[in-house]
């Protein structure tokens, strides 16, 4: 029975080549282009999802009412004072991008010498917040010592080839320099991760540089990063009202001096890459207003493509339904 249908489908398009070609061609294109643009909704949407703590992980962001300007850049004293004040933390991470690409080499090959943009200094808790798994190394124990680095896949393969990578020496010259030994080696970070990164070093190795010392400097360098866990069952704008009053009571002779105020919030994982409003250099940002005039243009398409293969199919039945009438 589906070899008849097959017959006559293939002897009525090959009657009618020229409406056959447009009808299925028009069909097929319109949807091929609506699949394309869904693919790239679901891929804008899909960003960070596959982090096993996905549902309770904030990035912190601060709006300063001089200005009114949202920024994801905080002082490197905010998230362990967070920790320490607000019940609702149960962990934090900071991060602090190398904003000078540093020139890495191998000690062992120095031949192989490069410049990298994805350099991120981190807290040990990075790797238990998010979900970057290790192919080599302890999870546990990443991080914890200084003058240790963490490589993903394709930068072993780049630097070392097929030779073993763990313990072996890098050379870095960016905010701080010096030799680092690889202690472990991450998979390659997927492409719907709003960060970024080949490399990974101590964020104890960069506290120690001596701008870093003053202890003023704890809140008013604010060129970090600071993600919070929080427990399930937290009351987010009570969360927030805390983390403002740990802001203001640390900084208070500050904000007293310029007459200013600053809102904490807790941005979810789930607005970071849509939310161009908040400055966050060196993260991947993306636009929710794109997004949407491109779910926009895909169903517009759709609906042309089936209008069109509708009107042709309804203009060919009227003209055998002459025919037969004839």
């Given amino acids: 029975m589906l070899a008849n249908y097959l017959k006559v489908a293939l002897r009525h398009i090959l009657r009618r080549k020229g409406y056959s070609l447009i009808n299925i061609s028009g069909l097929g294109l319109g949807l091929t282009c609506c699949l394309l643009i869904f693919q790239y909704v679901v891929e804008e949407y899909s960003f960070d999802r596959f982090n096993t703590n996905y549902p ?44 000078n690409d540093p020139v890495i080499s191998s000690k062992e090959l120095p031949d192989k010498a490069f410049e990298e943009r994805n350099v991120w200094y981190v807290d040990p808790s990075f790797l238990q917040m998010f979900s970057y798994p290790l192919v080599s190394g302890n ?40 030799a680092f030994r690889v202690d472990g080696v991450f998979k ?41 866990q929080l427990r399930p069952d937290a009351n987010i704008p009570d969360v927030e009202r805390k983390f403002t009053n740990v802001a203001m009571q640390h900084r208070k002779d500050h904000y007293d001096r310029i007459k200013a105020s600053v809102r904490v919030n807790a941005q ?52 055998r339904a002459r025919t037969v009438m004839k």
């Fill in 56 to 99: 309770d992980l904030y990035r912190v962001i601060g709006t300063e009412s001089r200005d009114a300007k949202t920024d994801a850049l905080t002082g490197y004293a905010l998230g362990p004072a967070l920790a320490q004040e607000v019940p609702e933390v149960v962990g934090f991470t900071r991060l602090h991008p190398d904003y």
């Fill in 268 to 319: 979810p994982l789930s607005d970071v890459h849509l939310n161009e409003a908040v400055f966050a250099p060196r993260a991947v940002e993306g636009s929710k207003r794109s997004v949407y005039f491109f779910l926009f243009i895909g169903v517009v398409t759709l609906l042309i493509a089936l209008v069109n293969y509708i009107n042709l199919a309804t203009a060919r039945s009227l003209d």
């Fill in 188 to 228: 390659d970070v997927p492409t719907n991760s709003h960060l970024q990164f080949d490399f990974l070093l101590s964020m104890a190795d960069l506290l120690q540089r001596s701008k870093y010392n003053d202890p003023l400097a704890a809140w008013t360098w604010n060129n970090f990063y600071t993600y919070v």
């Fill in 139 to 178: 999870p546990g124990h990443a991080l914890a010592e200084s003058g240790t680095i963490l490589i993903s896949e394709s930068s072993a393969r780049k630097y070392f080839g097929s030779a073993e990578p763990m313990g072996k020496m890098l050379n870095v010259t960016g905010w701080i320099g010096g």
